[in-house]
């Protein structure tokens, strides 16, 4: 182990390239991933690609589908280490890759982990992942793999937990307000500069908070962690937060919210409950939104699959919404137990609409139509501007892609 740490710290400065790769894993993870490769995933306080970005202080380039690219570029070199992007670092398994010789390929049981290999023996990793003629280490790793929605907050707290003690070690937090009343060891509060907290009740008995680069927590607020706001992300005034919850960057979040991800610049700022839930990127979650995350009958919840094209058991008995990018919801929307909600789809109207919203939905319980491309696209370029972003062509050619893709599951039209 001690010779694997010190090939882990020596391949820090002198691995030429390192990619992620989809595997399997994408189609089960969709509509997260119609979006983004499985690496820019949040879970916990970074996306899986900065926590490896972190780990090995060097940037990644993808092995992902063809429509997403253009955006995530693919780079190969004479030397690559490949990484399985739905997969997290910890010390254990990146000494393991470390360690690795060029022709070996890392697995776990059936999983295909990571592979040290010259841009000739990249050929072998055809469109299935095979890794025939290369050599096979076993890993004896325990680390975290992201195989279905429901494990983004499943496994968050450890994730959590981990960026924490990552991001934070050798580090002092900015100073925290007396204003604010701590539960806990106040060092499991950590403050990044520009951070605002006042008059907070802050809980840190149960997991480490995490208030990034210009995020704040307003007055009134209640948080139990674990937690972690990401950059100028805000809890709003007297929100009610349990952890394990992440709040991605540039994200507003009031009301009670339990066990829940915010991937990334998306609104729920308003009284209404989430729990057991992620949310992408520029979604909105009207004032007194509503879901339910626990049958009456206290069963397993059944969760949309796209892999398998049918709803499939989580094994859990909490399961609330998944919902992909550019998606919205009006003001007192119900959503059922175990919904998912795919991109760029919006909902509104009395009653709780159908568990699965296919892409470009308009409408609700009272029935579907089909949100226009172009009425879609005048709504992200608002939307991305209130955050200074813009809706380039390239982002457009992925929303028509899945506009085009996601059209067998708007059975409306095909009547």
């Known amino acids: ?50 926590k490896w970005e972190l780990w090995f202080n060097n940037s990644f380039s993808y092995l992902t589908t063809p429509h997403l690219s253009t955006k995530y570029k693919f780079k190969l070199r004479p030397k690559n280490i490949v990484i399985n992007g739905s997969v997290l670092p910890c010390p254990s398994l990146c000494a393991e890759i470390a360690e690795l010789a060029q022709g070996d390929a890392l697995i776990q049981g059936t999983e295909f982990i990571a592979a040290n290999i ?20 076993n890993s004896t790793a325990d680390f975290i793999k992201i195989n279905h929605p429901w494990d983004i907050f499943k496994r968050n707290g450890e994730a959590i937990e981990l960026d924490f003690e990552k991001i934070t070690r050798d580090r002092t937090s900015e100073p925290l307000s007396d204003t604010n009343m701590v539960i806990g060891d106040p060092s499991n509060i950590f403050l990044e500069p520009g951070a605002m907290v006042e008059g907070a009740i ?57 066990n829940c991800v915010f991937i990334g610049y998306a609104n729920k700022g308003h009284d209404g409950f989430l729990g057991n839930s992620v949310i992408g990127e520029w979604c909105n979650l ?30 859990l008995q909490f399961c609330g919404l998944i919902m992909g990018d550019h998606s919205k919801c009006g003001i007192n929307t119900m959503f059922n137990t175990g919904t998912v909600v795919g991109v760029s789809a919006n909902i509104f109207g009395a ?54 893709n996601s059209r067998v599951y708007r059975r409306w039209e095909n009547v």
């Open 1 to 50: 182990m001690i010779l694997g740490l010190f090939l882990f710290v020596f391949l820090k400065g002198c691995m030429e390239n390192l990619i992620l790769f989809d595997d399997k894993s994408y189609k089960r993870l969709q509509p997260l991933t119609f979006t983004r490769p499985v690496g820019e995933i949040r879970v916990g306080i970074l996306t899986i690609r900065e």
């Open 118 to 137: 010259s841009d000739e023996q990249f050929k072998v990793l055809d469109e299935s992942l095979e890794i025939e003629g290369l050599n096979k280490v």
């Open 202 to 258: 802050l809980n840190c008995s149960k997991g480490p908070i995490y208030v990034g680069k210009d995020a704040e927590i307003m007055e009134g607020s209640v948080i139990r962690g674990p937690l972690a706001m990401c950059e100028q992300s805000v809890v709003k005034l007297g929100a009610k937060i349990y952890g394990p919850t992440t709040i991605g960057p540039s994200s507003k979040v009031g009301g009670e919210v339990n």
């Open 286 to 315: 009207g004032a007194d939104t509503n879901n339910s995350n626990l049958k009456n009958n206290y069963a397993d919840v059944r969760l949309w699959n796209y892999a398998s094209e049918s709803f499939v058991t989580t094994g």
């Open 351 to 404: 009653g709780f609409p159908r568990n699965f919203i296919p892409s470009f939905a308009w409408g609700g319980a009272s029935g579907l139509s089909t949100y226009r491309l172009t009425k879609a696209f005048e709504t992200a370029e608002l939307v991305m501007a209130r955050r200074g972003k813009t809706l380039d062509q390239t982002e457009k050619d992925i929303l028509e892609y899945i506009f085009k």
